[in-house]
């Protein structure tokens, strides 16, 4: 069973720019979370599909969104891009519609340098 | 925010030695997670201790919970340089919805 697929590994992109991440659960997985990690900030939640559904968001400012379709892919998109945005993107799936009571398998990342 | 404070940040050992790492939180919780991440990779689950157990056994490691005291421990028996890496607590708070807030981490290294 293929894991967590998180594209692309690595973006550089300059301020003022947006940029569009993407997410593939492990099959049969209805659940995904997003994550911002930072040396500085540790581990922040960004949010949680399930079903196509936002259910919990974290404390981003609105530059920040995400949607998860069909088939459970997910997206996230940050716009108009600012250097505290660089950061490791994480996502992570879980089977149930309480992710958070099991664990979660997590991608790779996105290592995203905004310069 | 970060609910769960990591101690120490940071953990040098030898090989063979036990590597214990603590964990505190603030409010209620259902489940607390242990995960491990290697050099800014994803991070691996460990182990999951919900709120009404104080022990939990996984291979080499050993998991404790105490929420009169609203903390974790995580050891780590008989390290290997392979156990290198980063691990973090993370929280399922009862009132916070489907997310898990995550610790800042101990770095473990493991000299061979």
């Known amino acids: 069973k293929a894991g967590v697929t998180q594209t692309p590994r690595y973006l550089i992109k300059t301020r003022g720019q947006q940029v569009t991440l993407s997410c593939s659960p492990i099959?049969?997985?209805?659940?995904v979370s997003w994550y911002q990690q930072t040396p500085g900030q540790g581990l922040q939640f960004l949010f949680e599909?399930?079903?196509?559904?936002?259910?919990n968001k974290g404390n981003f400012p609105g530059r920040f969104s995400g949607r998860q379709f069909s088939n459970s892919r997910s997206e996230m998109n940050v716009s108009t891009l600012e250097l505290g945005d660089s950061a490791l993107y994480l996502c992570?799936?879980?089977?149930?519609?309480?992710?958070?009571?099991?664990?979660?398998?997590f991608g790779s990342g996105t290592q995203l340098s905004v310069l | 925010s970060q609910q769960g404070e990591e101690d120490p940040q940071a953990l040098s050992i030898q090989e063979g030695e036990n590597a214990t790492m603590n964990c505190s939180y603030k409010?209620?919780?259902?489940?607390l997670q242990w995960y491990r991440q290697n050099s800014g990779r994803g991070l691996v689950h460990l182990i999951l201790?919900?709120?009404?157990?104080r022990e939990k056994h996984s291979g080499r490691l050993r998991v404790t919970l105490d929420t009169s005291k609203k903390s974790s421990s995580l050891l780590i028996t008989a390290s290997r340089a392979a156990d290198t890496a980063s691990y973090f607590c993370?929280?399922?708070?009862?009132?916070?919805?489907?997310?898990?807030?995550f610790g800042g981490g101990t770095r473990v290294l493991v000299k061979p």
């Open positions: 993370a929280t399922d708070e009862k009132a916070a919805g489907n997310k898990l807030t």
């Open positions: 992570a799936s879980s089977r149930r519609d309480r992710p958070t009571n099991e664990k979660l398998f």
């Open positions: 409010t209620s919780i259902n489940n």
């Open positions: 599909y399930f079903s196509e559904t936002q259910r």
């Open positions: 201790i919900r709120s009404n157990e």
């Open positions: 099959s049969g997985h209805r659940s």
